[in-house]
């Protein structure tokens, strides 16, 4: 299969000159800077209009501009050397202290990344560790369908077993398939808060029990939700508890780059023990280029990021977070009710900010529709949804830009308009979801994977040249 749509990756293609060799001479800053504010400005013009579903946590350009200083007094600096940037060493502290805060943890304990990839890794080699520790070689971890791919690419670089347990009909994590794919071998469990796909709470109180029961380690991700759903319980807003105070938890990740609201490239990784920490540094003593310490997978970090990260927390605080977190609850929950409005429609479980809708399935055949037609059309108005597979679905994961004025009643009023196109192209192949399963037919694994390589390999390359 071809890869889809790759000319679409190259819209400047036409407008500026290719650079395919190193370039001779420099070019003026002026125009650089020119080409670069023109790009930047006409790809952020949509999220700005509210109408991109996650992705853009803040979308406040003076929040952005703030970070922006701070981060310009850092981003040439490198976190590796401590003694020369001091300063470093005092933002991950901080930044892991005030995490640890919201999260209960029994200490501040736990490691800056560079994002909710690198957060969801770590724990699963520090398990491997972990069950090394206790003669296991070859462990396993149980974790629910749903959650973050980042596991299987953990678990393919680490060489750990990946068990997949099934989701209820609520979904979010069945405890009794977790239960069943426990053995001796097993040396963690994961749940998420929340989900990625549906934004929901796996029962965490449970997994943290089954965990105790059995001796072993529970990770929770909360890379999407930690830094969203930590802000529930002070809104009144019904999430369970998900964090630290469940005995079993032993770690949690939660990402300051999306709803810390602080620049690409950071996130945290609390732990409940600094002994289980240590089983991810990594230490080579007698190197010829002098004893090595790293406490993750990186090796130069730019202090810049942290920087921006520690600013964006201590500038707004709990009642700047605590005041954006109720507008998209909020927003969330209305969200919830239009849908609500439609039988066409089903709501995914019992989310609170990013809401999963897929076609109803208890109406009669001919009154069925498929939910990528209603995502085409919602797409020819630029709303930028999610596409889900398995069941068919798209989410709206609520930020900051979608709880501006005017922007949920935009899209109650195109939602209604995508249901009437659906009716009508009841039978026709829609646009959206190809690859995802679309109206529920499955596209073969091996075409999904060579048309997604050819996809990767389009994004890391150049555009053809003119004929
Ligand atoms: C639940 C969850 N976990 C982990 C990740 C991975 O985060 P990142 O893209 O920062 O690597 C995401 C990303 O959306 C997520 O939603």
Redesign the pocket.
Known sequence: MPYVGAMGLFPYASRYPVVREFPEHGRPRHEIVAEIEAMSAAEDAVALEGKIS?SIYSGDHDHYAFLNEVFGHYSHANVLQRDVYPSATRFEGEIIAMTADLMHAPEPCGVITS??????MNPLLVYREWGRERGITRPNVVLPVT??P?FDKGAHYFGIELRKAAVTDRYVADIDSVRALVDENTVALVG?A???PHGLIDPIDALSALALEHGINLHV?????GFILGWAEALAVPAPVFDFRLPGVTSI?A?T??YGFGLKGS?VLLYRTPELRRHQYFIVPDWPGGLYTSPGMSGSRSGGIIAAAWAAMVSLGREGYLAIAADIFGTAARLRSIIGEHPELRVLGDPLFNVAFAAADDLAEEDRIDIFHVNDSLASKQWRMNGLQLPPAVHFCITRPNTMPGVIDRFAADLHEAIGYARERRGTAPRSGATYGAGGVTVPREMVEAGMAGWLDATQSLPPPPP
Request: hydrophobic share 15%; charged share 15%; glycine share 24%.
């Open positions: 996650g994002g909710g990839t690198e957060s969801l959650a973050h980042a998420s929340g989900t990625y991700d909360g890379c999407l939700g990740s990402d780059h999306k996130s």
